[in-house]
């Protein structure tokens, strides 16, 4: 059973740092792709970023100056590095998986690529 679980969130003011981190289990694959999402209250859900086994990654433009997406494949833990955080970062950030998919560009920025979803962790920015 795959399972993702959200680490790292908090209360920061702005300027400041986080790195989140996803602990993901049951995949029974060596490749596979994952990728960070947010949603902000009252908004949509949106692409952070995405990376693949390969060390494919796809950042959005919005943040892309700002975080950092990485893998450590022997723990299959995925992270996010969050620099330099704004007032519209605060949302809550989610991890996906879609074991045994390669995906690269704009896919790995697609919600629908992903079939497996954590609970998510809460980033608050204060100004």
């Known amino acids: 059973q795959v399972q993702l679980v959200e680490s790292g969130g908090g209360s920061v003011q702005s300027g400041g740092s986080l790195r989140l981190s996803c602990a993901a289990s049951?995949?029974?694959?060596?490749?596979?792709?994952m990728g960070w999402f947010r949603q902000a209250p009252g908004k949509e859900r949106e692409a952070v970023a995405g990376?693949?086994?390969?060390?494919?990654?796809s950042v959005a433009e919005s943040v892309k100056s700002r975080f950092t997406i990485s893998l450590d494949k022997g723990k299959n833990t995925l992270y996010l590095q969050m620099n330099d955080l704004k007032v519209e970062d605060t949302a809550m950030y989610y991890c996906?998986?879609?074991?045994?998919?390669?995906?690269?560009?704009?896919?790995?920025?697609?919600?629908?690529?992903?079939?497996?979803w954590g609970q998510g962790t809460k980033v608050t920015v204060s100004a």
């Open positions: 996906a998986g879609a074991p045994g998919k390669y995906y690269f560009g704009d896919a790995l920025l697609d919600q629908s690529s992903y079939g497996y």
């Open positions: 990376t693949t086994t390969d060390g494919r990654t």
């Open positions: 049951g995949f029974v694959y060596a490749t596979y792709s």
